[in-house]
């Protein structure tokens, strides 16, 4: 599990949905990553929905902005396999594994939906 004791951040991350939650810290090999968490609008077959979504994603993509304090956060070796990189303690929906740059990794059948929020609103 990338977090045990509750403590979270409010940090930036440089795409889409640039504000996300950081739980801990790990690290591979020679480089360090952050465990994040945001709300994502996805679409699927049933239509869209905002869907919790956890992932890996390297700390160089990762700012904290001015206004948040920083807190004393979880340091974690990471397995050599990224396929083994822990989910957010009890986390109870998607965990997209290591989300290097682009769109993150969803289940089969559902895909992230990019833009303004006002925009993709029925009328």
């Given at each position: 599990m990338c977090s045990n004791h509750g403590v979270v951040m409010a940090v930036r991350i440089n795409r889409p949905p640039f504000a996300v939650t950081l739980h801990a810290w790990g690290r591979a090999a020679e480089?360090?990553?952050g465990c994040v968490?945001?709300?994502q609008r996805v679409t699927t077959g049933a239509g869209d929905d905002d869907v919790p979504f956890a992932a890996w994603v390297p700390a160089a993509s990762l700012s904290r902005?001015?206004?948040t304090?920083?807190?004393e956060l979880p340091r974690l070796r990471l397995p050599a396999d990224p396929?083994?990189?822990p989910a957010p303690r009890?986390?109870?929906a998607w965990f997209a594994?290591?989300?290097r740059?682009?769109?993150p990794a969803c289940p089969p059948g559902v895909r992230t939906v990019v833009g303004a929020g006002w925009r993709r609103k029925p009328r």
């Amino acid at each position: 599990m990338c977090s045990n004791h509750g403590v979270v951040m409010a940090v930036r991350i440089n795409r889409p949905p640039f504000a996300v939650t950081l739980h801990a810290w790990g690290r591979a090999a020679e480089e360090w990553w952050g465990c994040v968490t945001w709300q994502q609008r996805v679409t699927t077959g049933a239509g869209d929905d905002d869907v919790p979504f956890a992932a890996w994603v390297p700390a160089a993509s990762l700012s904290r902005p001015s206004w948040t304090a920083t807190e004393e956060l979880p340091r974690l070796r990471l397995p050599a396999d990224p396929r083994q990189w822990p989910a957010p303690r009890g986390w109870p929906a998607w965990f997209a594994g290591v989300w290097r740059d682009g769109e993150p990794a969803c289940p089969p059948g559902v895909r992230t939906v990019v833009g303004a929020g006002w925009r993709r609103k029925p009328r």
